[in-house]
């Protein structure tokens, strides 16, 4: 049988002991604790961050969805803030519109993208404008 550290240690009756010594076997069973509690807790933050990166690309395809609609509109976008629930992803996204207009003839939206239609804090946003849908093509 093989050993990859053992200790001998001279006993009284000149018969030798092998094997590890309580200490050492705390130090490894330590070491071995700290390892795993680092990769569980590895493991939970990386899927902490998966969730949050789906979370905003799903909220960047329903801003984009939504923009490229108000753009494909054969009016312009209403002035002032409007807000519009969306199912997408299996959840509901409500999203923010704010349209001003701008010099040139041209309407600019801002788009917020949330899941709680009561916070503040976006998961998305996009800008994009409008032009006057009479000098279309």
């Not at 959840?91 to 309407?107: A, D, H, I, P």
Request: aromatic share 8%; proline share 4%; net charge positive.
């Amino acid at each position: 049988m093989m050993h990859l550290c053992t200790k001998v240690v001279p006993s009284r009756g000149g018969r030798r002991f092998r094997g590890f010594t309580l200490i050492e076997v705390l130090v490894a069973m330590t070491i071995l604790a700290v390892g795993v509690s680092a990769l569980v807790s590895a493991s939970g933050a990386s899927a902490y961050r998966s969730g949050k990166l789906r979370e905003r690309e799903v909220g960047r395809w329903v801003a984009a969805n939504h923009l490229n609609t108000l753009q494909a509109m054969p009016t312009w976008p209403e002035l002032g803030t409007k807000n519009i629930e969306v199912d997408m992803a299996r959840q509901t996204w409500f999203v923010r519109t704010r349209t001003k207009k701008e010099e040139l003839g041209l309407r600019r939206m801002d788009i917020e993208v949330r899941l709680d239609p009561d916070k503040e804090s976006y998961i998305y946003s996009v800008t994009g404008f409008a032009g006057d849908p009479k000098h279309r093509f």
